[in-house]
């Protein structure tokens, strides 16, 4: 059995991922490619136990090792049980965020030591990486205008407007690190245009 591609769609809040990981599912769907749609955290009961906990507004104040180590935590459930299966078996995973999100968060936003990510990286996933990784990227504003829209705001996008700066730096810093598996999509533009890109970057894999 061919083992499946691990795809990660990345960027900050309200760039579309959710919108244009609905678009990839039907894209390769419709090259008969089996498809498992995820997202971190979350994508198992534990893990999203553990993003309730996570994005809740609630009292008591997280502290940033702790949040990190909840978000590994999840990670860790999320590839044994359904990551790695699901690549085992030929199916291709497309994930809502996955490790370049704690660079981006933890990393850019909470200004977290990247040593101590790259460190539960190698603990958590050993040589697990993604195939290929989405970056859409759009002004700050605009994503959380978007975000704004659909309701109440969760713990990560009640924070200021400079955390989601430092944020996008690290995301595009990554994209510079790695632009063999990273590919950048602005996502300041109409969704055809988006997905347009998309399928150009899909591509590739499809060979
Ligand atoms: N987190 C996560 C960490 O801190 N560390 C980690 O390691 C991980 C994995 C998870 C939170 O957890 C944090 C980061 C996050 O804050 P989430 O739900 O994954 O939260 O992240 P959000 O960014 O909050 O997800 P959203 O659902 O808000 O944003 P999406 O999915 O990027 O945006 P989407 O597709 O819902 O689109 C938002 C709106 O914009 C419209 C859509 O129709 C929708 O209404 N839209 C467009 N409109 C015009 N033009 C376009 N091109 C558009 N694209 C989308």
Known sequence: MTRGKFITLEGGEG????????????????????????????????????????????????TEHAELLLVFAARAQHIKHV???????????????????????????????ISTIEWLEHLVQGNLKPDLTVLLDAPVEIGLQRAKIRGALDRFEAEKSSFFEHVRRAYL????????????????????????????????LLR
């Open 83 to 113: 990551i790695e299966p699901s690549l085992a078996k030929g199916a291709w995973v497309i994930s809502d965020r996955f490790t370049d999100a704690t660079y981006a968060y933890q990393g850019g936003g909470r200004n977290m030591r």
């Open 15 to 62: 760039v579309g991922k959710t919108t244009n990981l609905a678009f990839i599912k039907d894209y390769l769907e419709r090259h008969n490619i089996s498809v498992v749609v995820t997202r971190e955290p979350g994508g198992t009961a534990l893990a999203e136990k553990i993003r309730r906990l996570l994005l809740d507004t609630g009292s008591e104040a997280i």
């Open 173 to 204: 810093l990554q994209a510079e690190l790695h632009p063999e598996r990273i590919k950048l999509i602005k996502a300041n533009c109409p969704l055809d245009d988006v997905q347009r890109a998309l399928m150009d970057v899909l591509r590739p």
